[in-house]
């Protein structure tokens, strides 16, 4: 069960987003993850766990300063597509995501990650009313061989799930919750 807040009778779903660390400057709303290689296309990512989320942190947020944060939201899930634990919304996003790369081939677009996204974020999603989108990131054992996610390769049997989300109304709170170094 994903870890919920309630605030005036509404539920939340709690999400972790990293950051590198900016000294003595907190963020006030998350980043924008643009780029053509976002798995679940361009928006705001976070961690429904904090451990993963002190992962990509010290994977990937720590290149200049050597110090990461991790930022806690309240995250309206209200109109997101649940891909990881809803039969209905996992074959929802398949079925979206089999249209956008047949609409691509047919055009004679080559399909890639980015433009899969892009053609979803820009022609389906909003016309759909989506907002966001719940779903497993895949784990393996690197790049750190002290970090186990499991002892029985390949059975990942945790997941590390991710949240999109495409609007900063989703956001009901956000503020730094850890600072670490590495």
Same mark, same amino acid.
């Given at each position: 069960?994903?870890?919920?807040?309630? !605030?005036?009778? !509404? !539920?939340?779903?709690?999400?972790? #987003?990293?950051?590198? #660390?900016?000294?003595? *400057?907190?963020?006030?709303?998350?980043?924008?993850?643009? @780029?053509?290689? @976002?798995?679940?296309?361009?928006?705001?990512?976070?961690?429904?766990?904090?451990?993963?989320?002190?992962?990509?942190?010290?994977?990937?947020?720590?290149?200049?300063?050597?110090?990461?944060?991790?930022?806690?939201?309240?995250?309206?899930?209200?109109?997101?597509?649940? @891909?990881?634990?809803?039969?209905?919304?996992?074959?929802?996003?398949?079925?979206? *995501?089999?249209?956008?790369?047949?609409?691509?081939?047919?055009?004679?677009?080559?399909?890639s990650l980015?433009?899969? #996204?892009?053609?979803?974020?820009?022609?389906?999603?909003? !016309?759909?009313?989506?907002?966001?989108?719940?779903?497993?990131?895949?784990?393996?054992?690197?790049? #750190?061989?002290?970090?186990?996610?499991?002892?029985?390769?390949?059975?990942?049997?945790?997941?590390?799930?991710?949240?999109?989300?495409?609007?900063? @109304?989703?956001?009901?709170?956000f503020v730094?919750?850890?600072?670490?170094?590495?």
């Open positions: 069960m994903l870890d919920r807040y309630t !605030k005036h009778k !509404k !539920k939340y779903i709690i999400g972790f #987003h990293t950051q590198e #660390h900016r000294g003595s *400057i907190y963020l006030s709303n998350p980043i924008k993850c643009k @780029a053509s290689n @976002a798995w679940l296309g361009v928006g705001y990512y976070f961690w429904v766990d904090v451990k993963y989320a002190e992962f990509w942190g010290e994977d990937f947020k720590v290149k200049n300063t050597g110090f990461y944060d991790v930022y806690k939201s309240y995250l309206d899930d209200e109109r997101f597509i649940n @891909a990881s634990f809803s039969e209905e919304g996992y074959f929802f996003f398949k079925e979206k *995501i089999e249209n956008a790369i047949q609409y691509l081939t047919k055009k004679g677009i080559n399909v980015d433009k899969v #996204h892009r053609f979803l974020a820009d022609q389906v999603w909003p !016309k759909l009313g989506i907002t966001g989108i719940i779903y497993d990131d895949l784990p393996h054992n690197v790049p #750190h061989k002290s970090r186990i996610y499991s002892e029985v390769e390949p059975l990942y049997y945790q997941k590390r799930i991710q949240i999109v989300v495409f609007y900063e @109304a989703n956001f009901n709170t730094p919750y850890l600072k670490k170094k590495t």
